[in-house]
């Protein structure tokens, strides 16, 4: 899979907050450490970050095209909040149904260090309006808190963040949440490639429109990894459906 990592501002004059730590450091920090464990990981990764601009807007507008010309699977902005001092946690901001489930898979990865969960949101700044592949905007905490910068450690954000992505995370604690599985248009529930390799062509189940419960979820390469929360589907509880046809929602 390739990726496009943009580590926010580092691009005068399109530069980052100031805060008790710099935001321009902290987001090279990531993201140069989540380029190498993708790659580590046998991904691609494209450094989308200028080098040199004209204007914010030039410096904007070089991490959209360079992601577009690489065609990249999925694309990655990577900042830090600054507000009053006192606001603190995680966001991630997207806009389509894909990206949002990478972020929701994202925001999981780096809540699970203690970071505060300020949710997905559907905002579309420059960069996930400008690229033509599913991009997200990761707030990863704020450069002007207390309490998350003594939290911060950017080789975590980064594995966080590359889990996130790719799906690697080991932890197998029980969640904490609830999802909805919405079927937008008829699909399949499909076994992993491993699974495949050992399973029948019945392996493969029909799924209708409508919505169904799961009790946990991730994104990889265009899909989303669900539990079931029984073994009814082709005798297996962890399924895979194209994202393209189908959203993941928390249930409240």
Known sequence: MKF???MGHNCPPDTGAT???QEDALT?????QLIQKLKAAGHTAIDCTPTSASSVTD???Q???KANANNVNVYISIHFNKFNGIANGTEVFAISNASQGIAQSVLKEIVKLGFHSRGVKNTGFFVIKNTQMPAILIECCFCDSKTDMDRFDAEKMAEAIKD????ESKDETKPDKSYILQVTTKTVLK???EQASELPKESLFDIEPGSYPVLDVRFEEN???VKWPDKTKVNRNEHFVFAGYSKVIEKD
Request: positive net charge; charged residues 20%; hydrophobic residues 30%.
């Open 19 to 21: 805060g008790i730590k």
């Open 164 to 167: 996130g992505l790719i799906g």
């Open 28 to 32: 090279k920090a990531v993201g140069t």
């Open 63 to 65: 991490r959209t095209n």
């Open 4 to 6: 496009g990592i943009d």
């Open 191 to 193: 076994p992993s490639t």
């Open 223 to 225: 899909h989303y990894w």
């Open 59 to 61: 410096s904007l507008r």
